[in-house]
């Protein structure tokens, strides 16, 4: 079966099995700071296991594509010398929320694989394991499945801590945790390696390709286990490992997936496909640095990015061992798509996108690669021992563009090592650019859990009558707050929208007849409102009923600015390309802050252009509709998922101008596009690499700023002299005059240098056959020091001269050796000690040299230099 079929037969297995189909969620963790990459099937649906968030379904299954190249989950190094480490892979898994448990999920698995309608594998190649103390799983394979006692292995603790094992799972040291029971597959005695638990459990013959976590329990911070009172089921098979089985080979890039992929590689690079290390590199790179790109991901010199730009570098640090000549990566991307653009259509309908950003990543890679690489060389020239230092390695690292595993890739080359230790030392505060992911690390059982669910009504209204369910002060619920208390308040029904999308929180008011609240946010934990404020008037208790009142004009404003940002979004697509993504936005009463992917600077006629755009959209007055429906109907009509956000089975989908933007959205927006009024973009700037930002206003703020603008241009024609109709004309003209003036300024200095220099070489003084000439000449520049200097040169004939000055607040030097003297006298020496003694810096070269400082106090000893450093030189 290729691997293709055995994706699509995995879903439909489970679909048969009353599973839903879930699509594939992105490589960026939607609200999961603690997680680099996805790394896991189960990773969109954490929030389901621990019970903090319910879908319409119990039982799901998917494919998911996984990243393992960062933070605690890294395989990065692995690839290209094993069978199965990848960068890349997807995980087939189904689920359990609170539905079947243990013997379902291991007859389900047992089926799939054995069962002649679906994989119909051998029984007798599967071996299974299960946690040692896990009698029922025992007695599920042993008993109910049939599968033989001698190829059930027990898997104790034996990774140096109670529950630490092969066959316990855990979210992280507390929280939900259980056993799982894996399933083998034995390639033959033809392949050297043991069963699992054996001492030869680390070679190619047993392959693990199935998991069966069964969350349970909850491990509290005592290490206590307490029984799930719903327990859960999380899997996951590597689909790349299945398709090695089925297709009867032993490494996973002999599978389909891999073949015409390493030929692409060979073909772009120019070598023989012949599967070496470097072209397993190759292979593996190209996906994970395309699915990356495709999610959003850009090269940077900081988290996800810097992850993103380790690979590519490492894949053209492998190329470049293959005999390629130049930029090559970018063009493998063709044979990805081919592969793989089926099961993907972002990787087609992003292609020129991908290839854009692989292509320049390359070219800038390679301007500091052969450089680089001198300088390993030049160090490894002088190594004693067997261990690269860490200074080294953070120096390439720091200087040159070159990530640590690269260096390290070169060191096993030459069957060295790096200091690891000592290299994360010098990186310091950037020693946890790619270790952000230790995952799940806090104690869920300290979490305060608000059971409460706030119905949110204010689409439709801006006040409504609530009652109080829940208080918080100092991250403990509470009964009472009284006055001069800060909290937060959570309701059973509330106007106020909480922090989502970019857009801010609502404030406003809580008030009984003897209480009031002010309510300065409003955030969201779960099902619940939470709204932050201060109590200013009386006390508010649990049980209390109030009026809850958004400030309409403040959220009427925000709005304003959110609808702006959703056809900002899709101007953007339309002049710049199909390319851009929303990587963060911030939406206020003030202003609109959007950021998205983008490789350059937006010219200022593209910003016209948007600006056009949005504008034309808000004349035509059309109407801002809101639909509820399911995801994939709202991805049927083209609806874009707004970045960070996380969407539930049914989704609000806003339209505006007749199609002209789709998004997914739960904000509060405007009636009408009309109701923006007018839209001006105040900034463009660039945040990190290939992301750009662009702020901007709408409303009354935007007519604040051009009522601003346009006293400036009234103030600045009074000024000219002019009018608004000739006020460019004046400017013009009024700038001409100064060059002219300039010009008629340099001439008279030039005219007065000329004559102070015929009265300065009168002053020089002969020091050892050569005369040597230093003075103070404040008022001119370098340029005019320097014209000075060649006429001093030319009258003096064998001279040394050192000129300086205060100019415009600062200390100009000037320093000149006669072609006759350089052998012996460099200017660039007295250049550097002369700048050094007015607090600043100097050099050039043997017959001139230029410098200054900032402290004319030292002025005169410096030029004082002069016949001190003649007396030693000559």
């Given at each position: 079966m290729k691997s293709a079929e055995i994706r699509e037969a995995f879903l439909r297995f489970f679909e048969e099995k009353g599973h839903t189909r879930v699509a594939s969620s992105s490589l960026i963790p939607e609200n999961d700071p603690t997680l680099l990459f996805t790394n896991a099937g189960m990773n969109?649906?954490?929030?389901?296991?621990?019970?903090?968030?319910?879908?319409?379904?119990?039982?799901?299954?998917?494919?998911?594509k996984c990243v393992r190249a960062g933070g605690k989950h890294n395989d990065l190094e692995?690839?290209?010398?094993?069978?199965?480490?990848?960068?890349?892979?997807?995980?087939?898994?189904?689920?359990?929320?609170?539905?079947?448990?243990?013997?379902?999920?291991?007859?389900?698995?047992?089926?799939?694989l054995t069962s002649a309608k679906w994989l119909n594998l051998p029984k007798e190649k599967l071996w299974v394991t299960v946690y040692a103390s896990?009698?029922?799983?025992?007695?599920?394979?042993?008993?109910?499945?049939?599968?033989?006692?001698?190829?059930?292995?027990?898997?104790?603790?034996?990774?140096?801590?109670?529950?630490?094992?092969?066959?316990?799972?855990?979210?992280?040291?507390?929280?939900?945790?259980?056993?799982?029971?894996?399933?083998?597959?034995?390639?033959?005695?033809?392949?050297?390696?043991?069963?699992?638990?054996?001492?030869?459990?680390?070679?190619?013959?047993?392959?693990?390709?199935?998991?069966?976590?069964?969350?349970?329990?909850?491990?509290?911070?005592?290490?206590?286990?307490?029984?799930?009172?719903?327990?859960?089921?999380?899997?996951?098979?590597?689909?790349?490992?299945?398709?090695?089985?089925?297709?009867?080979?032993?490494?996973?890039?002999?599978?389909?997936?891999?073949?015409?992929?390493?030929?692409?590689?060979?073909?772009?690079?120019g070598c023989a496909n012949d599967a070496s290390p470097s072209l397993k590199v190759v292979a593996d790179h190209i996906r994970s640095c395309s699915f990356l790109i495709a999610d959003g991901v850009t090269p940077s010199n900081d988290g996800r990015g810097y992850v993103l730009r380790r690979i590519i570098r490492r894949a053209c640090r492998h190329g470049n061992k293959l005999g390629a000549t130049g930029p090559f990566f970018h063009k493998i991307v063709d044979a990805l798509v081919k592969e793989m653009g089926a099961a993907y259509p972002q990787l087609k309908e992003q292609q020129a996108h991908i290839e854009r950003v692989l292509k320049t990543e390359e070219e800038q890679f390679a301007k500091t690669l052969e450089q680089g690489l001198r300088i390993l060389e030049q160090d490894l020239a002088e190594l004693s021992g067997k261990v690269i230092p860490g200074k080294v390695?953070?120096?390439?690292?720091?200087?040159?563009?070159?990530?640590?595993?690269?260096?390290?890739?070169?060191?096993?080359?030459?069957?060295?090592?790096?200091?690891?230790?000592?290299?994360?030392?010098?990186?310091?505060?950037?020693?946890?650019?790619?270790?952000?992911?230790?995952?799940?690390?806090?104690?869920?059982?300290?979490?305060?859990?608000?059971?409460?669910?706030?119905?949110?009504?204010?689409?439709?209204?801006?006040?409504?009558?609530?009652?109080?369910?829940?208080?918080?002060?100092?991250?403990?619920?509470?009964?009472?707050?009284?006055?001069?208390?800060?909290?937060?308040?959570?309701?059973?029904?509330?106007?106020?929208?909480?922090?989502?999308?970019?857009?801010?929180?609502?404030?406003?008011?809580?008030?009984?007849?003897?209480?009031r609240f002010d309510v300065r946010d409003t955030t969201k934990a779960s099902s619940a409102f939470l709204h932050h404020g201060v109590m200013l008037q009386g006390e508010l208790?649990?049980?209390?009923?109030?009026?809850a009142i958004v400030d309409a004009r403040v959220q009427k404003a925000t709005s304003l600015n959110h609808s702006a940002t959703h056809l900002l979004h899709a101007a953007l697509r339309q002049v710049l390309g199909e390319h851009v993504q929303q990587k963060g936005s911030l939406v206020d009463s003030q202003r609109l802050r959007f950021d998205f992917s983008h490789f350059e600077a937006v010219t200022a006629e593209q910003i016209k252009q948007l600006e056009t755009i949005?504008?034309?959209?808000?004349?035509?007055?059309?109407?801002?509709?809101?639909?509820?429906?399911?995801?994939?109907?709202?991805?049927?009509?083209?609806?874009?998922?707004?970045?960070?956000?996380?969407?539930?089975?049914?989704?609000?989908?806003?339209?505006?101008?007749?199609?002209?933007?789709?998004?997914?959205?739960?904000?509060?927006?405007?009636?009408?596009?009309?109701?923006?009024?007018?839209?001006?973009?105040?900034?463009?700037?660039?945040?990190?690499?290939?992301?750009?930002?662009?702020?901007?206003?709408?409303?009354?703020?935007?007519?604040?700023?051009?009522?601003?603008?346009?006293?400036?241009?009234?103030?600045?024609?009074?000024?000219?002299?002019?009018?608004?109709?000739?006020?460019?004309?004046?400017?013009?003209?009024?700038?001409?005059?100064?060059?002219?003036?300039?010009?008629?300024?340099?001439?008279?200095?030039?005219?007065?240098?000329?004559?102070?220099?015929?009265?300065?070489?009168?002053?020089?003084?002969?020091?050892?056959g050569a005369k040597v000439l230093a003075a103070r000449i404040d008022g001119l520049d370098g340029k005019e020091l320097l014209a000075l200097l060649d006429q001093l040169k030319n009258k003096l004939g064998s001279a040394i001269v050192l000129l300086g000055g205060e100019h415009e607040g600062k200390v100009v030097l000037i320093a000149g050796v006669t072609k006759d003297l350089t052998s012996k006298v460099k200017a660039g020496d007295l250049m550097k000690q002369a700048a050094a003694l007015v607090g600043g810096k100097g050099g050039g070269r043997p017959d001139m040299a230029q410098g200054g400082g900032s402290d004319a106090s030292q002025l005169e000893a410096a030029l004082a230099l002069a016949e001190t450093f003649a007396q030693s030189e000559l």
């Open positions: 969109q649906f954490k929030d389901c296991f621990l019970g903090l968030e319910k879908r319409a379904y119990t039982r799901a299954t998917t494919s998911q692995n690839v290209g010398y094993t069978a199965r480490h990848h960068t890349f892979f997807e995980m087939l898994g189904n689920f359990s929320f609170g539905d079947y448990f243990k013997q379902d999920a291991l007859h389900y698995a047992w089926e799939f896990d009698d029922e799983a025992f007695s599920i394979w042993a008993d109910e499945i049939g599968v033989p006692a001698e190829r059930i292995i027990r898997i104790g603790d034996n990774k140096g801590a109670p529950y630490a094992s092969d066959n316990f799972w855990a979210m992280g040291d507390t929280g939900p945790c259980g056993p799982c029971s894996e399933i083998f597959y034995d390639h033959g005695e033809h392949i050297w390696g043991g069963p699992p638990g054996s001492a030869e459990e680390d070679g190619d013959r047993y392959i693990e390709i199935w998991n069966n976590v069964f969350m349970q329990f909850n491990r509290t911070a005592d290490g206590v286990m307490h029984p799930l009172p719903a327990p859960s089921v999380d899997t996951g098979m590597g689909l790349e490992r299945i398709s090695a089985v089925l297709q009867h080979v032993n490494s996973n890039y002999e599978i389909d997936l891999f073949t015409s992929l390493l030929a692409g590689c060979a073909k772009a690079i390695v953070f120096k390439l690292y720091d200087t040159y563009g070159f990530p640590a595993d690269l260096t390290a890739d070169i060191a096993r080359e030459r069957d060295l090592t790096i200091d690891e230790q000592g290299f994360e030392r010098e990186m310091d505060a950037q020693r946890e650019r790619a270790r952000s992911s230790s995952a799940f690390g806090i104690d869920y059982n300290s979490l305060i859990k608000l059971d409460s669910e706030t119905h949110f009504v204010g689409y439709e209204h801006k006040q409504v009558q609530a009652k109080v369910v829940a208080i918080l002060s100092d991250g403990k619920q509470v009964s009472v707050l009284s006055v001069g208390q800060e909290g937060v308040i959570v309701l059973d029904q509330t106007a106020f929208y909480a922090e989502s999308g970019g857009q801010v929180g609502d404030c406003g008011y809580l008030a009984t007849d003897t209480a208790k649990v049980g209390d009923v109030l009026d949005v504008n034309q959209q808000i004349r035509e007055n059309s109407a801002v509709c809101t639909e509820i429906t399911d995801i994939e109907t709202a991805k049927a009509k083209g609806a874009m998922a707004l970045f960070g956000e996380k969407y539930g089975d049914t989704v609000r989908v806003l339209s505006m101008g007749d199609g002209f933007s789709v998004e997914l959205c739960g904000g509060i927006h405007a009636q009408r596009t009309g109701d923006i009024g007018v839209f001006k973009i105040t900034n463009e700037s660039g945040v990190a690499s290939g992301v750009r930002r662009i702020e901007a206003i709408t409303g009354e703020a935007a007519w604040l700023w051009l009522n601003h603008s346009d006293e400036q241009v009234q103030q600045a024609a009074q000024a000219l002299k002019a009018n608004r109709n000739n006020i460019l004309d004046k400017l013009a003209a009024t700038i001409e005059q100064v060059k002219l003036l300039e010009k008629d300024l340099a001439q008279l200095k030039a005219k007065a240098a000329a004559s102070a220099g015929g009265d300065l070489a009168a002053q020089a003084k002969e020091i050892k």
